[in-house]
Structure formats: C-alpha cells, structure tokens
C-alpha cells in the first residue's frame, strides 16, 4: 500500500488537609472509566516569576518589619538604619507601633532626612509603613495611615483607602482559624500576604499557617509568604530576609515586585550566614513541569496541602500525587533556608479529539476539489500551542497533488481515473484522532 504524506505540520490557534485527604485526591484522580489512568490531567501554572528577566534582575535585600526608639525597638532611627546599610541592605521600612510612637507623635517614622539619614546617599530605598498594633499586627506600608480600632477589616480597608498595601505581622502569634485570613484576602486585595518568619523563628506554626491559608485561596488568590526581623535590638538584625527581584532599585519597583511576589524569603540563624539563593525558574506547561535553579543549597522539597509531595530541582506536576491548588519549593543549604513563592495549579482533564475527514465523493479527473475535515476538541492542550493536523493520501493509482496539508480544508487534484483514499490525522499535543475519505475519479 503506497502512502503519500503531504503535510508540514504548523500549529493552529485552537495544611490544613492531610494525608488521608491527599490519598483520596490522588485516587480521584488517578481513577477513570474503571481503571487507574492519570495521565490524561493537564494542568495550567500560575508562575509568580514569570516577569523576571533572570539575567539582568538584581536581588535586592530588604527588610519590612523594623522598629526604633520612637517605639519599642533599643535602635535610634540612625542607628536602626546604618545597621542594615552596614550588612546590605537596599531595601527598608522602619515600621514603628502606631499606638506608642515617641512623643506621642502621630506621624510615622519617616521621612529618613528628619532623621539625619539620606536614603539617596545611602543607596536605599525607604519604605514608609508603621505597624498597626492594636488587635491583630498589620504592617502598612507605602502609607501613612493610623487607626485605633482593633476592627482587623476596617484597619485593612483604611490601608487601602490610604493607597498603602499591608501584610500579616507573626500571625502564628494569634489564635485564628485560616478562613479568618482567606476571608481578608477575599476582600482586601491590597493586602498581600503574611509572616513565615518572624524574628529569627521566634512564633511556631507560621509556615503550617501560610500552607492552611493557601491551601483555601489558590489558586485564585495568591499570598505570599514574607520574613520579617520584627527588629528591637541588634540580635535580630539580618536573620530573616526578603529578596526582591527586580530590574531597578525605585520605589515602584519594591512596591511592584511585593504585589506581583517576584520574590524570595529566607532565614539564617545568623546575619553573616548565606542562604540559598534562587536564580532562575522554568516552567513547562506541556510536560507540566517546573524547574528551579538555586546556588548554595543542600535540598530541595515541594510543599502542597501542607505536606511534602516531591524532592529536587524539577517537580512533574501530572504524574506526581497529593498536588492540588498549588506547590512552593523550599531550599535548604549549610547557612540558611530559602522559600519561594506558590505556584497556582489550575488541573483539567483532556479527552482525545475527534475528526471527520468528510463523506466520500466522486471527481474528475485534473479537477481541483476541496475535502473539508471537522475536528472537534476540547481547547484543553490546544491552549500550549500544540494542535496539529495533516492530510495525507493512503492508497490510489497515482500520487495526487494537494495544497493546505495541514489546514482543515485540502484542496486536491487527480490525475488518473481510479480509486483514492486520504486519510486526515489530529493531534492534541496528548492524543491522536484519524479518519479517512475515498475519493472515486472518472474520466
């Protein structure tokens, strides 16, 4: 049987949970018309890093929960200051109490020149904020917003009406369910995200928290997850660090990368330790994969659900059991651990497409006809670029010439009598689905 391939194939347009829970989610899902089959799910990936251009952003070391003597902390505003300049740090918001600020002023702690320091000299970016402190500790920052109320919604709302964004200062310290956060999250979009590490790791449960939290808000509501020195004396200066990656150190672009978590944490047990550093991130949402490249590290493990589903540098996101909602990767090196933001995982399942190649039909001989395939497919792996199709002729006295080989419409020319067969083949990126037509040419 002679077959003649006429086509060049071009794409077309087309934490709370535990481990009983995870079970049944990965039995779900490996279940399928009776028999076990998981290789069908496809799922679309939400990356918080998909801006960062990896080989110019810088990493830039910031801290957002700083206190001086104009509250609690033992540092003067100078001193607090010079201590993070000192160690390299580019970014930072002195974040004193709202409610006993020095001298009963109202203002918050800034700008850095009242204080006998010059941000722009210095080579830093000052974050204005304060830290809400009556009820539940907020950090408001990019604001000068103060309130007295210990109503969490109202003081989240007045950040935002103050054009600020806020986060969740220690929040294991408090006794809150995490529908309690997934609720403000709900509705205060400003509000991006809470403590992992607070002051070294001073409260127990924070990264449990954030995992129960994200386990009910992705992957439509992303929060990250930020360490914070919470700083009152020089020992806490330096262990708990936000790298922001970012194209330019401004203002907007502290401001831009905390919003959109283009970002890492850390924690070290020390201010001269060196945690592991994340340079790079790849994303395959073909093979539903992902891929982080780090420096100084030892391990490396995925967390979703709050349990740990996979180890090392690529996750495969389909065949890998007990995902759902989202991953995060931990890092663990000699000096330090380093946690990325979540991943938002969007899971479909893809059915095989079909595809018509046409009623057979009769022609003459040296005329040009036009066979019309219909393809019917969901759009599932279509959505990765994938979907392709191609004519080809599987039988038939001579080789017929044909133009629009991988388009639906094949316009073909015959040219001897006889019988032809064609057939027309679909392929999803995951399935194939054929058919064929016969075509009878007379004279």
Known sequence: MQRNRFISSTPSRYGALRKHKSLLIALALLTLNGFLFAANRVVEISNPYETVNWGRYEPYRGNFHTHTTQSDGRHSVPEAIDAYHSIGYSVLAITDHNYN???GSERITHPWQDFDRDPEELGMIDVPGSELSLGDHIISLFSEYNSQTRD??????????AGGIAYFAHPARYNREPQFYADHYAENPHVIGQAIYNQGDRHSGHRELWDAVLSITMPERPVWGISEDDTHRQSHVGRNRVYMLMPELTHDAVRASLESGTFYSTYSTDADHTPPAL???RVDEIRGTITLIADNYTDVRWMSMGEEVATGETIDLVDT????????????????RTYTNPFGLTYFINRPPSVSAGPDQTAQIDTIITLDAEIEDNGIVARSGTMRMHWEQVSGPAIAAASGADTTQLKIRFPEE???????????GQYQAQDEVTITVTP
Do not use: K
């Open 321 to 336: 059991l007990g995902i759902e909602r989202y991953v995060r990767a931990e890092f663990q090196g000699e000096e330090g």
């Open 279 to 281: 340079t790079g991130v």
């Open 152 to 161: 969490v919604g109202a003081r989240l709302a007045g950040v935002g009406e």
């Open 101 to 103: 600020r020095h001298a």
């Open 418 to 428: 006889g019988t032809y067969t064609l057939s027309v083949t679909v392929y999803d």
